[in-house]
């Protein structure tokens, strides 16, 4: 067989495999999927019934905070089993906790949320200049943030998320 006949071939099995093989990939890629902790299904089974989570990515409030009002909604009809109810506040108050007041706090609360959790706001660590370059890629991908804002929420962001010390 000439190295065309060969490549053609070596085409059509694996054009061929393929199908057969996605099933395998599929689920080898699901078994390394975590598994969202407790608290988290808990949240979604039940604030995720009646809302969506943006209620819960723009209050950023403590464990105080989510305490009261996890009992207001549940009060209103949400359904939590009592023993559910610190594990859910526990989650609530540490990856939707309390951010840093100052200046550009309720711009990052109200304008960043609606794409993005506070998860990855509080993970990413930048320098002034890297905090302006993902400001100004997400003003190119349409993030509605004026003139007067950028500034005051990139100060934030350079404040309060920026590079660990070395």
């Known amino acids: 067989m000439n190295a065309?006949?060969?490549?053609a071939h070596l085409a059509v099995l694996v054009l061929v495999g393929l199908p057969l093989?996605?099933?395998a990939i599929d689920a080898a890629a699901g078994q390394d999927?975590?598994?969202?902790e407790?608290?988290?299904?808990?949240?979604?089974?039940a604030c995720a019934t009646c809302h969506d989570l943006r209620p819960i990515e723009?209050?950023?409030l403590d464990e105080a905070g989510?305490?009261?009002?996890?009992k207001s909604m549940i009060e209103q009809g949400a359904e939590v089993k009592s023993n559910d109810v610190p594990v859910l506040i526990d989650y609530l108050a540490r990856f939707h906790g309390p951010l840093p007041d100052g200046p550009g706090r309720e711009v990052l609360l109200d304008i960043c949320t609606r794409c993005h959790d506070l998860q990855r706001v509080r993970r990413e660590r930048n320098t002034a200049e890297g905090w302006l370059?993902?400001?100004d890629a997400m003003l190119n991908e349409g993030a509605p943030l004026t003139e007067k804002d950028l500034p005051v929420l990139l100060r934030y962001l350079a404040r309060n998320f920026g590079?660990?010390?070395r």
């Open 4 to 7: 065309r006949a060969h490549n």
């Open 58 to 60: 723009t209050q950023a």
């Open 133 to 135: 370059e993902i400001l």
């Open 163 to 165: 590079q660990a010390p």
């Open 21 to 23: 093989a996605a099933p």
């Open 33 to 36: 999927a975590p598994k969202p």
């Open 66 to 70: 989510w305490t009261k009002e996890v």
């Open 38 to 45: 407790r608290g988290e299904q808990i949240m979604n089974a």
